[in-house]
């Protein structure tokens, strides 16, 4: 059975909707916690007395959580346990906690991290993609008009699969930026894990359609994937595909349906069927 010293951050991930999402391990260590920092006190007050717990919170949100890491540091020097939690989710995951854990650490104090509900493996668990290709998470993109299409254009040229967070005030201004991207995949997720979970996949083009066909759609948190890009066609996919054609096909509708099937470019598969022929003697 683990040990759970005093004088330990305890990074605690909480239900990012479901209240039965909590883990017995997270449990277990907010009952020890001699205090529990937190982004909103009145929040995960009520969190807590689902579970029957009270314990002091302290505040720690992104406007004070330099300030109040060293009051932290200062509990953690007296041998206590502080656990830390966000409103919902992974702590120091596009939440605040971050900057907690790394003054904690520089001080030279232990973290022992509570894993749990996270709604960027939550999405990408029902997106259905390859691990083989990664993926990177980008959280929020920017706010104002202008720096989130910038920040999409970027998208194009990112192969890998994005996660992407959004809040509801925002997602139709990100659905019509998005919209640049064509028909590359997106996975929606709108209220992970609460009653009126919704899940979606579509081209990026038909993402502000899928917005405006329920009033209810544009409410909730959102968790997104942008699919991966679709790889380009290996070159000798071209040559392969016309070998085949050119058996049963005239030379110029071979090269066609070679480059229509391949992607290869046309010239390129005109100049290899000539050759072709010619090492026939045809």
């Given at each position: ?217 544009t409410r909730g948190e959102f968790a997104l994937v942008l699919h991966p890009a679709p790889q380009a066609p290996v070159r000798d996919?071209?040559?392969r595909v016309l070998v085949l054609l050119l058996d049963h096909l005239p030379l110029k509708t071979a090269v066609k349906l070679a ?24």
């Amino acid at each position: 059975m683990q040990h759970y010293p005093e004088g330990t951050l305890y990074v605690v991930a909480t239900p990012i909707g479901n209240l039965a999402d909590i883990s017995l391990r997270a449990l277990h260590v907010l009952q020890l916690a001699h205090v529990i920092a937190c982004e909103d006190t009145r929040h995960t007050q009520g969190l807590l007395r689902q579970y029957g717990i009270e314990k002091p919170l302290i505040a720690v949100h992104e406007h004070n959580e330099a300030e109040a890491a060293v009051g932290i540091i200062g509990r953690l020097q007296r041998q206590e346990r502080v656990a830390y939690v966000s409103d919902a989710g992974t702590p120091a995951v596009s939440d605040p906690g971050a900057r907690l854990v790394a003054a904690v650490r520089s001080a030279g104090l232990a973290i022992m991290p509570m894993p749990g509900a996270s709604s960027v493996t939550t999405v990408l668990s029902a997106a259905g993609i390859s691990g083989d290709s990664g993926f990177i998470f980008v959280g929020f993109l920017p706010s104002k008009a202008g720096e989130r299409d910038q920040a999409v254009q970027l998208l194009l040229t990112e192969a890998r699969a994005v996660v992407i967070l959004e809040a509801p005030h925002r997602i139709e201004a990100l659905a019509a930026s998005m919209a640049a991207l064509g028909d590359r995949l997106i996975t929606i997720g709108r209220e992970l894990t609460k009653q009126f979970e919704e899940i979606a996949t579509l081209p990026c083009t038909d993402f502000t359609g899928w917005l405006a066909g329920s009033s209810q759609r544009t409410r909730g948190e959102f968790a997104l994937v942008l699919h991966p890009a679709p790889q380009a066609p290996v070159r000798d996919d071209g040559k392969r595909v016309l070998v085949l054609l050119l058996d049963h096909l005239p030379l110029k509708t071979a090269v066609k349906l070679a480059a229509d099937i391949s992607g290869a470019p046309r010239n390129e598969l005109y100049n290899t069927a000539l050759k072709l022929k010619q090492d026939k003697g045809e």
